[in-house]
């Protein structure tokens, strides 16, 4: 199985400032990667696809980057609403895997 | 819109088999894949498996020979069904719509407890 490694495991920021999240896994997966936000009490939702393609209706405040082993999940000026946990996940092989995750808490 | 709502009940025994509808609104289930997807207490997730547009259904090896994804067309609903679960299977359960194996649309969760 392919094993997705994230880090930091929680991230205090305060709000506006950009961040970074990362996403390691444990071979090269090309760019088959997504990032998903789940806040308390709701159902994940899905901000990027293939490591760094939009979906509609995701502010342009997050983006994804990276290929291969290496992912990151940018937020440009974290707003209140974006303190969640943010997971990746890989659709290179099956069984498909998700990384344990990233709390983005405030300051 | 596409909508995905998880039903079953909240509490099984050790050893009995836990059975979960996902029932599906604005989309046929005969595209497409439909996933399970469960969350454990501490934010571990877990893909379970998925049945296709044709049927034809994947499923974690972890799971071995313990579950079963079936469908209903003419509801336009799909099943999970785990056996023999133990306090481990103690998690949120999420039905969600698969598209080339990233998950798109969920449904809002069922939390199951294992318990005697």
């Known amino acids: 199985d392919i094993v997705l490694t994230q880090s930091p495991a929680t991230l205090s920021v305060t709000p506006g400032e950009s961040v970074s999240l990362s996403c390691r896994a444990s071979?090269?997966?090309?760019?088959?990667i997504h990032w998903y936000q789940q806040k308390s009490n709701e159902s994940p939702r899905l901000l990027i696809k293939?490591?760094?393609q939009s979906i509609s209706g995701i502010p342009s405040r997050f983006s994804g980057s990276g290929s291969g082993t290496d992912f990151t999940l940018s937020i440009n000026r974290v707003e209140s609403e974006d303190f969640s946990v943010y997971y990746c996940q890989q659709s290179y092989s099956l069984p498909l895997t998700f990384g344990s995750g990233t709390k983005l808490e405030i300051k | 819109e596409v909508q995905l709502q998880e039903s079953g009940p909240g509490l099984v025994k050790p050893s009995q088999s836990l059975s979960l509808t996902c029932s599906v609104t604005?989309?046929?289930?005969?595209?497409?894949?439909w996933g399970w997807i469960r969350k454990f207490p501490g934010n571990k997730m877990e893909w379970m498996g998925y049945i296709s547009y044709s049927g034809s259904t994947s499923y974690n090896p972890s799971l071995k020979s313990r579950i079963s994804i079936t469908r209903d067309t003419s509801k336009n609903q799909f099943f999970l069904q785990l056996n023999s679960v133990t306090t481990e299977d103690t998690a949120t359960y999420y039905c969600a719509r698969t598209i080339w194996y990233y998950f798109d649309y969920w449904g809002q969760g069922v939390m199951v407890t294992v318990s005697s």
């Open positions: 071979q090269g997966i090309s760019t088959s």
């Open positions: 293939y490591a760094s």
């Open positions: 604005g989309y046929s289930i005969t595209s497409n894949y």
